[in-house]
């Protein structure tokens, strides 16, 4: 299965985002997989933001859980990711990654089967 990222690409501050990866190759409903929205803002390191379980618990970063929102259609194959209330500094290249495991917090590629190409956002008035 491969996933594919849709995002707006440019956002104004205190809108709220959206993002959507797109599973194709196989049924979203028949993959026991956890998918994790993982984020990178220029110069800085890779930040997880949350994740959803095939039976659509989630679990959200502390800093992140107010304004973040992660949902699964398993109808369009697709795992969403809303951010409300956007500031310049949620600017960063956002990815998909999906893993068989649930590991909170995982940043690195070698814990997810896998890792979507990333998508720009930028948070610009």
């Known amino acids: 299965a491969r996933h594919r990222l849709v995002s707006p690409g440019l956002v104004k501050p205190s809108q709220t985002l959206s993002l959507s990866c797109t599973v194709s190759?196989?049924?979203?409903?028949?993959?026991?997989?956890?998918w994790a929205w993982i984020r990178q803002p220029p110069g800085k390191g890779l930040e997880w933001m949350g994740v959803?379980?095939?039976?659509?618990?989630?679990y959200y970063s502390p800093s992140l859980k107010s304004r973040t929102s992660i949902a699964r259609d398993t109808s369009n194959n697709q795992v969403t990711l809303t951010l409300r209330s956007v500031t310049p500094e949620d600017t960063a290249v956002y990815y998909c990654a999906a893993s068989k495991t649930l590991i909170l917090g995982a940043t690195t590629k070698d814990s997810y089967d896998y890792w979507g190409q990333g998508t720009q956002v930028t948070v610009s008035s």
């Open positions: 190759g196989a049924s979203m409903a028949t993959l026991f997989y956890y």
């Open positions: 959803i379980s095939y039976s659509g618990s989630t």
